[in-house]
């Protein structure tokens, strides 16, 4: 038997209005809810909720219910004195943007998913606070270290970066983990029992677009045996196209390590959502494979090799307001057999 849906297509102007009000769309063209679980009638753009067929086929009573929630929705806000945002927003300092000083940059207005960035050649650029949702993708993108996220800033991965990696290194395999897709994954691994190495350190920033390359240079510089760069499936990413940020950057970076000579797995990119706490347990038990594959002294060498290069490529993160301070506290403390996270 062969059943067939009636076809559908979007409304002709659900590019324009989806451009106008940053609602993100399916392949089909369809408008995509903030996040399927968790928030099904919110658009990506606060106040603007999603209701009926704009979503995709949908039947009388579906349309209904969406449409009667979505009201529910709206009226939180039209009720509300004030509003509260994510506190993670970012922030620029703005003697170090190279706009200020007339030079032609806008990278990190480019980066952002939500147009927060307002950025005017011979002005720093501008965070509009209310629109910024804290991805970070700004933060990592700006080569001149000029942008900030409050809550998780440089300085604080970088002394995460330290204090996990500040015994045996070379054994450890550094996680770098999406608040919302792999964190969980890991976390579902837990509860499900999933037996995976006791050599992991899991550190948590908001999305892949937060994991700058500085980060994973420093933690090779400290002598991490691997690292895993891991996040939300592209269409799963909380911050409508962050992912993709953090998608190129990966793979630039795994460019570059195959140049420099690095033995293939010790860096490696997955996308694990929320559910594959399986998929997270044997990454993890692979990557662990791949370590131990490697003679004990040739990684020692491998890693003392690379060393100048990881340093050279992550002086820059250095001069960030903060961050000296901050490693020097976190090299000044010893967190032996943590077993997670500090
Ligand atoms: Fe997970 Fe963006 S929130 S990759």
């Not at 106008?20 to 063209?29: A, E, K, R, Y």
């Not at 606060?46 to 979503?55: I, K, P, T």
Request: proline content about 5%; charged content about 25%.
């Amino acid at each position: 038997m062969v059943m067939l849906n009636q076809a559908a297509v979007p409304q002709p102007d659900v590019d324009t209005v989806s451009s106008v009000l940053n609602i993100s769309q399916s392949p089909g063209g369809w408008f995509m809810e903030y996040h399927p679980k968790l928030r099904p009638m919110d658009s990506p753009t606060d106040g603007v909720f999603l209701a009926g067929a704009c979503q995709g086929v949908k039947d009388i009573p579906a349309s209904v219910a969406q449409g009667s929630a979505s009201a529910a929705r709206a009226g939180r806000v039209l009720h509300a004195e004030e509003w509260e945002i994510e506190p993670t927003v970012a922030y620029v300092w703005e003697d170090r943007c190279i706009s200020a000083k007339g030079k032609k940059c806008g990278i990190c207005a480019r980066a952002c998913p939500y147009n927060a960035i307002e950025y005017e050649r011979g002005k720093a650029a501008r965070v509009i606070t209310a629109k910024c949702h804290g991805c970070g993708g700004c933060v990592a993108e700006c080569p001149h270290n000029a942008v900030t996220q409050l809550h998780f800033t440089d300085a604080q991965i970088l002394a995460q970066i330290h204090a996990l990696l500040a015994d045996g290194p070379e054994e450890k395999i550094l996680a770098f983990r999406c608040n919302w897709c792999s964190y969980p994954g890991a976390d579902m691994a837990g509860t499900s029992h999933f037996e995976y190495t006791s050599n992991e350190r899991g550190l948590r920033v908001m999305c892949s677009a937060r994991m700058d390359t500085d980060f994973i240079y420093e933690a090779f510089r400290l002598g991490a045996g691997a690292v895993l760069y891991s996040g939300c499936h592209e269409q799963d990413c909380h911050y409508i196209t962050a992912q993709r940020l953090g998608a190129k950057r990966a793979d630039r970076l795994l460019r570059t390590f195959e140049k420099m000579g690095m033995t293939p797995g010790r860096f490696r990119v997955e996308w694990i959502s929320a559910a594959q706490g399986d998929k997270y347990a044997r990454v993890l038990n692979e990557m662990q494979v791949t370590l131990d594959s490697i003679p004990k002294k040739q990684l020692l060498e491998e890693i003392e090799d690379l060393r100048p290069q990881m340093e050279k490529r992550a002086r820059r993160m250095r001069q960030v307001p903060q961050v000296e301070e901050a490693l020097a506290y976190a090299d000044s403390l010893k967190v032996a057999g943590t077993g997670g996270e500090v």
